[in-house]
């Protein structure tokens, strides 16, 4: 039996004012697929991710993430769904600067209610060995690499075990060797947690290690080979 699409997007479309973004997207995502999309400078895949979080409306269409609709949802019950359910990757990292490492990568945790500080502890401890930075939980996010805030934002986004990461040009500030390594990171555990993962990027490196990759236009999306 074919398991139920973990994303699904019907006929989407997203004007501001009487500017079209983009129009008839459609897709389907499953369990543990890693999705790249690419597509021309402002052709609007940042807005689709938004759109896709409910950050922002479409204005037609369904988004649907794990069978639920997503553009009913009023403000508060979109963003329950978005600590349950989605992690997020951003290009600029958005790591809090007055804040440890440990305490930044613990915020989802507390956001979903836990307060039992053990388990906390243990969970970050657990993600920051993941992503190879045991032992810099005190650290200030000033003392870190790019590529280090890069590793902390993934792990954040992961800490929780959330159905779909959506990651933002998630290597767009990083030399092209901590680009690789971050990227192989996100990819390798989004697919060890059965996360679906949907990667908007202009490198075709990044692009090259999803299960598909997926060009966005004006009037929809395409697939590429």
């Known amino acids: 039996m074919t ?44 807005t689709l991710l938004n759109c896709i979080a409910g950050l922002d409306r479409a204005d037609r269409g369904q988004v649907e993430i794990a069978g639920r609709e997503v553009q009913s949802l009023d403000d508060h019950a979109a ?5 349950e359910a989605l992690g997020f990757v951003f290009q600029a990292f958005h790591v809090l600067p007055h804040l440890s490492v440990a305490d930044n990568i613990a915020l989802p945790l507390l956001l979903l209610g836990w307060r039992e500080r053990t388990a906390i502890d243990a969970r970050v401890a657990e993600l920051l060995a993941e992503v190879d930075l045991a032992g810099l939980g005190p650290r200030r996010p000033r003392e870190l690499s790019g590529g280090q805030l890069q590793r902390v934002a993934i792990a954040r986004a992961l800490v929780h075990r959330p159905a779909l ?10 030399d092209p060797r901590t680009a690789q390594r971050v990227l192989d990171l996100l990819v390798g555990q989004a697919r060890r947690h059965r996360a ?15 299960d598909r990759r997926l060009r966005l236009r004006a009037d929809g999306i395409e697939a590429l080979r």
Do not use: W
């Not at 006929?11 to 500017?19: E, F, I, N, V, W």
């Open 79 to 83: 963003a329950l769904l978005r600590r």
């Open 3 to 46: 398991p139920a699409p973990l994303l699904r997007l019907q006929g989407l479309g997203k004007a501001y004012r009487d500017t079209p973004v983009f129009d008839a997207v459609s897709l389907e995502m499953a369990p543990g697929e890693v999705v790249a999309l690419v597509g021309d400078s402002g052709v609007g895949k940042s």
């Open 196 to 210: 679906g993962c949907l990667i908007v990027t202009h490198s075709e490196s990044a692009a090259a290690q999803a």
């Open 165 to 174: 990461i959506l990651a933002d040009e998630p290597t767009g500030n990083l």
